[in-house]
């Protein structure tokens, strides 16, 4: 029987959001199971405006707008731009979410993604989903370039649902690329390499057919 269960790993919250949230969306319409496992939630970085845990607050609002269920998120508690430091560690968590879900597809940072956080996780994550189809996710703004090897097309609904998922990270939307301009050209962008409105794209890392 074909696994249809995803699991989307991010670094940091809004990782995923940022790399496949439009893709997120079409597939919870779709129906299918998906999982959501961010490792850090950026104390240090926060602003100072916000409570030291608004990342926390504002994954679980960003996810749960997207349609995963509350029981299908897992945070850590790693610090932000430390995970190398305990990559063993890491490696460990994500053995046991593949023995607890055993997804058939693993979203995750791209090979191509200068940030040490996301490079631990990429790395890790290879090691610990050898026999399922890995697909890196692109972050432009950490990237010096990019495979587009793989696209999902995505209609306006699943961007729009992107969308609104970043808008619940009140505390990150200083960013540039949080704001809703860049995001509706982004997908624009990734659409327009291959003839559609609206798509996402990704590196693909281990492509398994079965």
């Known amino acids: 029987m074909k696994n249809d269960r995803i699991l989307v790993l991010a670094p940091h919250t809004d990782d995923g959001e940022f790399g496949c949230g439009g893709t997120i969306s079409r597939f919870i319409a779709e129906g299918r199971e998906v999982y959501y496992a961010a490792f850090s939630t950026a104390r240090e970085s926060v602003p100072p405006e916000f409570p030291p845990d608004i990342l926390e607050q504002e994954v679980k609002a960003g996810t749960a707008s997207l ?61 610990a989903f050898k026999m399922v189809t890995v697909l890196g996710y692109e972050l432009p703004w950490n990237n010096l370039s990019f495979d587009y090897r793989h696209f999902v097309v995505l209609d306006r609904s699943h961007v729009q649902a992107k969308i609104t998922a970043l808008q619940c990270y009140r505390s ?13 050209g982004w997908a624009r962008s990734r659409g327009g390499q291959i003839s559609v409105e609206f798509a996402e794209a990704f590196d693909v890392l281990r492509w398994v057919l079965r």
């Not at 995970?83 to 968590?93: A, G, H, N, T, Y």
């Not at 990150?172 to 509706?184: G, I, K, T, V």
Request: net charge negative; charged share 25%; no cysteine.
């Open 67 to 127: 349609g995963i269920p509350p029981a299908n998120l897992v945070v850590y508690q790693y610090a932000v731009r430390h995970l190398p430091d305990v990559r063993q560690e890491i490696l460990e968590e994500l053995v046991r979410l593949k023995k607890e879900i055993d997804p058939g597809t693993v979203f995750l940072p791209s090979s191509k993604d200068l940030h040490q956080d996301h490079q631990t996780i990429y790395m890790e994550g290879l090691r």
């Open 172 to 184: 990150q939307q200083h960013r540039p690329y949080a704001q809703e301009d860049f995001l509706w």
